[in-house]
């Protein structure tokens, strides 16, 4: 054998390939452990051999990126191993998402878990941007919550980096509920501020328990971002009306936060306000988001481990099956956001997710 | 993107915040050695493949291995360096970005690490080095459109090694270049009082070349992304260069770059062009009579090897077809913990694809 071949059966050999416990529309992911340690981890297998242009593009920007960081707030890569034409991510087992702790209304959100949550997005999001890496798919679907409460920034399948200036980049990126006004006019030279955009959206949905700005169509999106944030002016964001796909989408006025959110103090609506500018280069930057008075007043941020997170339920695997419709009928969810970049629709995982993680629970 | 981020993100100092952020990349954690390494490695991989491919002469035909002349690890690597010279003349031919190239450059360098040409012919691992770097820099173009631009050339023949480049690259995609770090470098200069835009250009263009030139040897094995501009830019005009090492670094009397420049330049003098042609063609030749017998399709050897493999994959479908009857036996697939579990060992890729 090849000293390659040799070293990658090596690498294979340290983890043990344990149980299906999901299946995204490119990978299949296992459980698993690290022999050595008995660690669980996640094995995210990618089916190579399916695809006629070789390791998919979301493949390898995946592993690109995820070799390269390390932080708290960012989902671990353990390792990479082949096996036949399968291309396996041993990545840190995570016990749930966002979505999942949103969608669950047996959990009470205090203001200072929210604030938790948003301090540990940021921070994951400030050491991407620090990299030079865009995320461009930020949801709460794609943010994981590890055993002991910490969020972790995870699904790189579209991520890029941006150390290369004036380089054009696609618009279409981020799934729609959380897409800023400029990628929706189909701006091409982008920023950071697109993720601080997705980030807001997630911010207000944790107040809100249901998705902040749920457009049905591209179109509709934008007319839903104006109907709660008002029609933005050549004052509020010079220029926007020359981007390419400009289209007038109506007036309407503004309204001020306050009047939705009702319960929110001063300081965390100034920086949801402050996501959520139109002009991207007036956007807060996730560095700047992370010394907001916000983080520093009272109620200071609930530790990781005192979040709320759902119950781990031991329910037989039959009794599962036939509660599918009941978990996936969850509140809020207007419509389908509509992806043609992702994988899989998010209402999709409404009926798949629960059950692959309430698997879990059966061990 | 400002100039100045751009140009931290490869620092070349350790006074930068930024330089962690180099610290912590695969590329200084798995790719960087000292010269002593580079030698030895490469000595150790020719020898090992030298001893395994005679035992595959010995297999095929006892006694045949002895009349076989076996490049040596010097041979290999003059090789390797024709073919980055011609991953550049591709690059031209589709107008790819230096992006892609630069990448695709490092890909087959860092390939010929782990592997000998007696086992892979670079002419080949090329291609998809190129091929791969198109799509970890994000320049993807479609399979059947890049085969097509290069004569007597299948997209198979591309696609059926981006599994062992990707695997001996050990999935470290990203790479941090010099010309990224010259980029960052020129930015800065144009700010710097009583510099005339004229020789700077002058000198950028002349630094660019030079950077090109540094592909050619094994200087981003050993010095920094920024090392090696700095050093491509002291060649191009060493009163620049040093008028932008004493503004970012005021403090300090001697930039602590000054001391490897030299030995950086002198590598660009010494090993920056490419090999004579004649040299190559001859170890080229020579690589004809001795490349692995195992890794030619259709020969005794390989027909062997591929028999075995056939085997074995077919005794463990036995197993494993042999574990389901039993668990199927039980009544239920699933219902028998111990059949299930021996399912799942032998399942160990293949229940899905
Ligand atoms: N690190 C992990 N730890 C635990 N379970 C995970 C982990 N990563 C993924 N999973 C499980 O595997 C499922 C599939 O994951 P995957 O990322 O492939 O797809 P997805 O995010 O659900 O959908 P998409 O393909 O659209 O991204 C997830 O829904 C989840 O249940
Ligand atoms: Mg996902």
Redesign the pocket.
């Known amino acids: 054998m090849d000293a390659v071949e040799k070293a990658n059966a090596e690498r294979q050999r340290r983890w043990s390939k344990d149980q299906k416990?999901?299946?995204?529309?490119?990978?299949?992911?296992y459980?698993g452990r690290e022999l050595a340690t008995g660690r669980k981890v996640?094995i995210?297998k990618i089916k190579v051999g399916q695809f006629k242009d070789g390791l998919d593009m979301s493949a390898i920007r995946e592993v690109k990126f995820l070799r390269e960081l390390k932080h708290q707030n960012v989902?671990e890569l353990l390792d990479v191993f082949s096996s036949k034409k399968n291309l396996n991510l041993v990545?840190?087992?995570?016990?749930t998402?966002l979505e999942l702790v949103i969608k669950d209304r047996s959990l009470v959100f205090l203001p200072a878990d929210i604030k938790s949550w948003m301090a540990m997005t940021f921070r994951g999001l400030e050491f991407c941007h620090r990299n030079f890496i865009l995320h461009r798919d930020l949801k709460p679907?794609?943010l994981?919550i590890a055993s002991d409460g910490q969020l972790k920034i995870?699904?790189f399948?579209l991520a890029r980096d941006f150390a290369d200036p004036g380089y054009k980049m696609t618009c279409q990126v981020i799934t729609r509920w959380y897409r800023p006004p400029e990628l929706l006019w189909g701006c091409r030279y982008y920023s950071t501020a697109v993720d601080i955009w997705s980030v807001g959206c997630i911010f207000a949905e944790l107040m809100l328990r249901t998705p902040y700005l749920p457009g049905e169509t591209d179109m509709d999106q934008l007319k839903t971002i104006f109907r709660a944030l008002g029609t933005p002016t050549e004052t509020d964001w010079p220029g926007h009306t020359k981007l390419p796909d400009y289209v007038p989408v109506g007036q309407f006025p503004k309204t001020p936060l306050r009047e939705l959110f009702t319960a929110a103090s001063t300081d965390c609506l100034n920086l949801l306000s402050q996501c959520l500018i139109y002009d991207p280069k007036r956007r807060i930057s996730a560095k700047d988001a992370l010394s907001h008075p916000y983080f520093f007043a009272l109620p200071y941020p609930s530790h990781p481990s005192k979040l709320p997170k759902p119950a781990k339920k031991d329910v037989p695997l039959e009794e599962m099956d036939g509660n599918v419709e009941m978990a996936s009928s969850g509140p809020g969810v207007k419509a389908n956001p509509p992806n043609k970049l992702?994988?899989?629709h998010?209402s999709e995982?409404l009926s798949?997710?629960p059950v692959?993680?309430r698997l879990?629970f059966s061990k | 993107m400002t100039a100045t981020s751009t140009l931290e993100s490869q620092p070349v100092a350790s006074t930068s915040s930024q330089q962690s952020l180099y610290e912590a990349s695969t590329q200084y954690r798995h790719w960087r050695f000292s010269p002593k390494q580079l030698v030895d490695m490469r000595y150790a991989l020719n020898s090992d493949a030298v001893s395994a491919i005679r035992n595959a002469f010995e297999n095929d035909s006892p006694g045949s291995s002895a009349s076989v002349a076996f490049l040596s690890a010097q041979e290999e690597y003059l090789l390797v360096k024709l073919y980055v010279g011609k991953v550049s003349q591709l690059c031209a031919h589709f107008r790819f970005p230096e992006e892609v190239e630069a990448t695709a450059v490092t890909y087959l360098k860092r390939f010929y690490l782990k592997n000998t040409v007696m086992d892979w012919h670079p002419k080949n691992v090329m291609l998809t080095a190129l091929f791969l770097a198109t799509k970890t820099t994000n320049h993807p173009i479609s399979l059947e459109s890049y085969a097509s631009h290069i004569p007597k050339t299948a997209p198979s023949d591309v696609l059926d090694l981006e599994f062992l480049v990707a695997q001996s690259l050990g999935f470290d995609f990203a790479v941090w270049h010099p010309h990224r770090s010259l980029w960052g470098i020129w930015l800065d200069i144009q700010t710097l009082p009583d510099v005339s835009l004229g020789d700077l250009q002058t000198a950028y263009e002349a630094a660019t070349k030079h950077v090109r030139a540094a592909r050619l040897t094994d200087a981003e094995f050993i010095y920094t992304p920024s090392q090696i501009a700095l050093a491509c830019f002291s060649l191009a005009s060493p009163t620049l260069a040093s008028a932008w090492a004493r503004a970012k670094f005021p403090s300090l009397p001697h930039p602590p770059v000054a001391d490897v420049l030299g030995s950086i330049e002198a590598m660009i003098l010494r090993e920056g062009s490419p090999p004579d042609v004649e040299a190559v063609r001859e170890v080229d030749r020579r690589l004809r009579l001795c490349k692995n017998p195992e890794k030619i399709v259709g020969s005794n050897a390989y027909n062997k090897k591929l028999q075995e493999k056939e085997k074995k994959a077919e005794e463990k479908r036995i197993r494993k077809a042999e574990a389901a009857r039993i668990a199927m036996e039980e009544g239920d697939p699933f219902g028998n913990e111990l059949a299930k579990k021996a399912v799942e060992e032998l399942d160990d890729d293949d229940d899905d694809d």
């Not at chain 1, 416990?21 to 992911?29: D, H, K, L, Q, R």
């Not at chain 1, 990545?91 to 016990?95: G, K, P, S």
């Open positions: 416990i999901g299946e995204g529309t490119y990978a299949v992911v459980r996640a995210k989902i990545l840190e087992f995570l016990d998402d679907n794609n994981l995870a699904d399948g992702k994988r899989k998010s995982d798949s997710r692959a993680r879990d």
